[in-house]
């Protein structure tokens, strides 16, 4: 999930505006094939490691969910194809629609404190003094840079019941209840952890990103702005909001697709508990395939959680090539 | 007067408020794995350690297995990360230098390809790697890490490449290189920075990667680093010095690699080269 740090890059693609076969006057025609020839060849074997180690996964997992395939089926290696009785069984079933429910809430919720209060920092940041700044960012880019199951972990320790820093803190605030509080109890406060996990990891490409696209706005527009007599909150709302807009669409679907397929901080935290009322749909697909053994059912389960997914993509997609088109 | 005092001070104190609730969770990683144990487990929490013990570190290395995860886990990160960047170099050179049929249609594939929900698809990678055998080995983790960072790294090192400029690589060409002295002489130095951040960002993912490890290597031989970790405190109960002495010991090469390479690799080397 780390590696998706950067938005792909939109640099100055179409540098080549000259054609490859021929800087050199003309050549034997041979030569100009295996020129044009030359870009797919360099391709191939970037292609050929999509298509048999994303392609056939992919394509196994949708075989899969057209199979009754629990323990036995997998000790004896046979396959029993039965239609769409997963898709039925997972469709007209209560968990998947309540799970789906609880994941787009959990995403959405999420999502917006990110997007809010990573905007915020980002603002700060433009804002800051020098000295400050740097500080801040030293302290942002060692959150962005903790390891995801480290990160996980530690807030495991932060929020232990016995000798965990927050209930210390909480119990001194005066709120003597949370003393001994375990937060991994109850399905909102084990959803709080997670998300304070979630928030924190997440803001800081959100504000740094942001950052350094405010310092790209030309001051000129605040001049003019100003001399049009706008205050602080009119150029805010009628620069910057502007310049920033399709910064903020497309982190803002980014985020959303890391969200919804947060299964390590989930997983880890509680393993989807208590009584997997945290689980997401990754880490419902997880337990219902892997741990409960009914494998062709966790494949139905991952298909529709690909569909979701791929839809979501197609939007971002949608979204950044936008933007690239422009900038070009 | 009065305002603008406040004006200036709050920006100021946010700061330090948000700088304190950034750093405190790693800080506490920290503190608590060198503090001993009487301090980790008092009632108040002793905020700034005293007394300093490796106690936690002998216990989190002296688990069985810990050099085989450690030696695991560099094998399977370094080698993704390897061919990952030959391959991609390969690509990004055609996607950002050259002008063929399809190419954006490949740009958005390899887009789609960065967005594959690999959390989603482990019971199918699972029968893949069980039909083939394959179960309990690093080879089917090493291939399936590096495509996991493959189209962000074809994606990034395209924008290097087409960042190092053509006349350069030109000039060399009319200086008597081959299109492929020509790269391996002008561009390739000029692409280290790119090549080093593409190469974290790699490492970052493979490094961290847990739920394939998870369902494919159940052996302790064939073990890495994150789901020893993340099994860690399972296992020692509420040892929280040895489990954050673990955390620690996972998360500095990141930490490091992170704080020092990010600024280096993303300033460019190109600046003054076409220059004069």
Not at chain 1, 88 to 110: M, P, Q, Y
């Amino acid at each position: 999930m780390t590696v998706q740090t950067e938005r792909p890059p939109s640099g100055p693609v179409d540098v080549a505006k000259r054609d490859e076969s021929g800087p050199a006057g003309p050549r034997p025609r041979a030569a100009s094939r295996a020129a044009a020839l030359t870009p797919y060849l360099l391709l191939l074997p970037a292609c050929a490691a999509t298509v048999l180690l994303l392609g056939w996964p992919l394509l196994k997992d949708v075989l899969l969910s057209f199979q009754n395939l629990n323990m036995a089926q997998l000790i004896q290696h046979v396959t029993e194809w039965n239609g769409i009785d997963n898709y039925k069984e997972v469709l007209t079933g209560e968990d998947f629609w309540r799970v789906t429910l609880r994941s787009i809430l959990f995403t959405a919720v999420n999502v917006v404190l990110i997007m809010i209060l990573g905007a915020l920092v980002g603002l700060l940041l433009a804002r800051l003094g020098k000295r400050m700044r740097v500080m801040l960012l030293i302290g942002l880019v060692l959150a962005w840079a903790m390891p995801v199951v480290a990160a996980t972990t530690v807030y495991q320790w932060l929020f232990a019941q016995r000798f965990g820093v927050v209930n210390w803190v909480l119990d001194k605030l005066g709120w003597h209840s949370m003393a001994d509080y375990s937060w991994t109890s109850s399905q909102m406060s084990t959803f709080f952890v997670v998300t304070v996990l979630i928030v924190w990891m997440s803001i800081p490409f959100v504000a740094i990103n942001l950052y350094a696209a405010t310092t790209t706005i030309p001051g000129e527009l605040y001049e003019a702005a100003s001399l049009d007599g706008a205050g602080a909150w009119k150029s805010f709302t009628t620069v910057t909001l502007p310049f920033l807009r399709p910064f903020l669409y497309a982190t803002t679907f980014l985020e959303i697709i890391w969200v919804f397929k947060a299964f390590v901080q989930v997983f880890t935290i509680n393993g989807g508990g208590p009584d997997r009322l945290t689980e997401i749909l990754p880490v419902y697909a997880y337990i219902e395939g892997v741990g409960n053994q009914h494998y062709g059912m966790g494949a139905a389960i991952a298909v529709l959680t690909i569909l979701i997914l791929l839809g979501l993509t197609a939007y971002y997609l949608r979204i950044v090539l936008k933007q690239e088109e422009e900038e070009v | 007067m009065k305002r603008s005092l406040f004006g200036r001070l709050w920006p100021n104190v946010t700061a330090v408020v948000l700088f304190i609730g950034f750093v405190f969770p790693v800080y506490w990683m920290f503190a608590t794995a060198f503090k001993p144990t009487g301090d980790i487990i008092s009632e108040d929490p002793v905020w700034f350690p005293t007394d300093v013990t490796f106690e936690h570190f002998r216990k989190a290395t002296g688990v069985d297995h810990f050099w085989t995860y450690v030696s695991n886990s560099l094998i399977v990160t370094l080698c993704a990360v390897g061919f990952a960047l030959v391959v991609a170099l390969a690509g990004s050179f055609a996607l950002a230098r050259m002008r063929f049929k399809g190419r954006r249609g490949f740009v958005i594939g390899f887009m789609m390809a960065q967005m594959a929900p690999w959390e989603v698809m482990i019971i199918a990678m699972y029968m893949i790697v069980r039909d083939a055998s394959m179960l309990n080995s690093l080879v089917p983790l090493t291939v399936f890490y590096m495509m996991m960072i493959l189209p962000f790294t074809i994606l990034t090192l395209r924008g290097f490449v087409a960042a190092v400029p053509r006349d350069l690589e030109e000039a060399a060409m009319v200086d008597g290189c081959t299109r492929a002295q020509a790269f391996r002489k002008v561009i390739l130095p000029l692409l280290a920075p790119g090549l080093m951040s593409t190469s974290l960002f790699g490492f970052i993912t493979a490094w961290n990667e847990l739920p394939l490890v998870l369902v494919l290597n159940k052996e302790a031989e064939a073990q890495t680093l994150p789901l020893w970790l993340s099994s860690f405190q399972t296992a020692f109960g509420n040892d929280w010095g040895a489990t954050m002495a673990a955390s620690s010991l996972f998360a500095v090469p990141i930490l490091i690699l992170f704080v020092f390479l990010q600024r280096k690799a993303v300033s460019g080397l190109t600046a003054g080269a076409v220059k004069g």
